[in-house]
């Protein structure tokens, strides 16, 4: 699957934003997903004000918000950064160790992915529980899975996380659901460098770490990627 400068790990709005970012500064970044599909899909159209020259604002169109639309031209601007960015479709099962540094991640498929940096944006996927009316299901949204062997293994690693909890409103083509996920313990999370402290070359962005909208998510993935330019030098 590659050796990247930057392996991200979910392609949400932090996630993509981030690998957007760094491609576009010349970072060899690796991109995984569990599903090309959903690749940057919000809940609902987003609407601005944007983080300026963010990947968010760019793929926005006023004359079509739909979230299909809108998922389709991000992906097209992301699938444009090749060769320096590779979005992939995988699922990460666990993180790839050399002593106590962080190398890449194990995937359900078989290959590993590596990286000099990984980055963990995986949403509200860790041990989460979708509800909708009776109905529960282990999911970190509507029809996608969550990532269970994930979160077991950064059990296993020590890791310490909180219980936080999410809605979607009912729209016209899909009813209204809650997700309970966990997030990493503030304490595990440095938000001025976004590490994840307790294993070497490991960060965190996005809802795994913060609560926020789809900008703050915007934001963050920027903010991360800038910060990690200045590391790469």
């Not at 604002?57 to 590779?86: G, I, N, S, T």
């Not at 995986?122 to 529980?129: D, E, H, P, T, Y």
């Not at 062997?149 to 296993?156: P, Q, T």
Request: glycine share 10%; with cysteine; aromatic share 10%.
């Amino acid at each position: 699957m590659g050796n990247y400068q930057v392996l991200i790990v979910g392609a949400g709005f932090a996630g993509s934003e981030a690998a957007h970012r760094l491609a576009g500064r010349g970072v060899r970044v690796g991109l995984l997903t569990q599903s090309l599909d959903s690749v940057m899909m919000p809940f609902l159209p987003p609407r601005p004000p944007f983080p300026k020259g963010s990947l968010l604002e760019a793929a926005y169109d006023p004359e079509d918000p739909r979230v299909w639309a809108f998922h389709a031209r991000a992906k097209a601007r992301l699938e444009a950064q090749a060769p320096h960015l590779h979005l992939f479709q995988a699922t990460a099962t666990g993180l790839l160790l050399e002593g106590n540094k962080v190398v890449g991640v194990r995937t359900w498929e078989g290959p590993v992915a590596r990286g000099e940096r990984v980055v963990l944006a995986v949403g509200s996927f860790l041990g989460a529980r979708l509800r909708m009316g009776e109905v529960e299901e282990e999911a970190g949204r509507l029809s996608e899975a969550s990532y269970p062997d994930l979160y077991e293994d950064l059990l296993r690693l020590g890791f310490r996380f909180v219980e936080r909890e999410g809605a979607v409103p009912d729209t016209p083509t899909t009813p209204g659901y809650r997700v309970r996920y966990r997030a990493f313990h503030p304490e595990e999370w440095e938000e001025a460098t976004f590490r994840l402290r307790r294993l070497a070359n490991l960060y965190g962005v996005g809802l795994c770490v913060l609560e926020g909208d789809y900008a703050r998510m915007s934001e963050e993935g920027l903010r991360l990627a800038e910060h990690l330019l200045r590391e790469l030098g």
